[in-house]
Nanobody, 123 residues
Framework: QVQLVESGGGLVQAGGSLRLSCAASGVTLSMYAMGWFRQAPGKEREFVAAISRAGGRTYHQDSVKGRFTISRDNAKKELYLQMAGLKPEDTAVYYC????????????????WGQGTQVTVYS
């Protein structure tokens, strides 16, 4: 059974940095494209970043380009999101997701989801 557990969220001042992690179990991670999504109160879940199976292809939402970086370590079965230059509008619950595909989906079509980690940015 695939399980994804996010960590690393917290309260941070605008301009600060956080590194989110997603630990996977019950899966050969190298077979899965991975993504980060976020959901703010009253809003729909939105795409943040995605990475291909081997990590050679990455995609980031325009609003986070240059500030966030997705990466992975298949040997450790972990996914990361390095966030810098945080803004109050980045406040949301962040979710990692996995999908057994050679593609790199940027929509909420992933098969497996974590429980989320809260990121709150104050000004």
């Amino acid at each position: 059974q695939v399980q994804l557990v996010e960590s690393g969220g917290g309260l941070v001042q605008a301009g600060g940095s956080l590194r989110l992690s997603c630990a996977a179990s019950g899966v050969t991670l190298s077979m899965y494209a991975m993504g980060w999504f976020r959901q703010a109160p009253g809003k729909e879940r939105e795409f943040v970043a995605a990475i291909s199976r081997a990590g050679g292809r990455t995609y980031h939402q325009d609003s986070v380009k240059g500030r966030f970086t997705i990466s992975r370590d298949n040997a450790k079965k972990e996914l990361y999101l390095q966030m810098a230059g945080l803004k109050p509008e980045d406040t949301a619950v962040y979710y990692c997701a996995a999908k057994n595909t050679i593609l790199v989906p940027t929509t909420i079509t992933y098969d497996y989801w974590g429980q989320g980690t809260q990121v709150t940015v104050y000004s």
